[in-house]
């Protein structure tokens, strides 16, 4: 399995923009397609958003497109989410998740998860 590692949390104000970062180690990287999930308290886990392998594909949860962006480096190991125009209800705990599917789709059986980063929006 892979390991992940999130970081670039923390609390914003409504309308701000975050990036968090997803550092993966233990295997090859471009093997995974990599996904963004969240939950709020009292709230399930959701999908936010995913990148296939090589990352010509990506997905969104509707409450994101336009707003959110996925994007990985394969030779840095790395894959981020660049979070624009926050809202309140974005905040959550941002995972990072790996599947060896390859699609990155919401669909997937993603399993490898990073432990999460803290993100607050304020009003």
């Known amino acids: 399995q892979v390991q992940l590692v999130e970081s670039g949390g923390g609390l914003v104000q409504a309308g701000g923009s975050l990036s968090l970062s997803c550092a993966a180690s233990?295997?090859?990287?471009?093997?995974?397609?990599m996904g963004w999930f969240r939950q709020a308290p009292g709230k399930d886990r959701e999908f936010v958003a995913g990148?296939?392998?090589?990352?010509?594909?990506?997905y969104y949860a509707d409450s994101v497109k336009g707003r959110f962006t996925i994007s990985r480096d394969n030779a840095k190991n790395t894959v981020y989410l660049q979070m624009n125009s926050l809202k309140p209800e974005d905040t959550a705990v941002y995972y990072c998740?790996?599947?060896?599917?390859?699609?990155?789709?919401?669909?997937?059986?993603?399993?490898?998860w990073g432990k999460g980063t803290q993100v607050t929006v304020s009003s």
């Open positions: 990148i296939s392998r090589s990352g010509d594909r990506t």
């Open positions: 233990g295997r090859t990287f471009s093997y995974y397609a």
């Open positions: 998740a790996a599947e060896n599917i390859g699609s990155g789709a919401p669909w997937a059986k993603y399993n490898s």
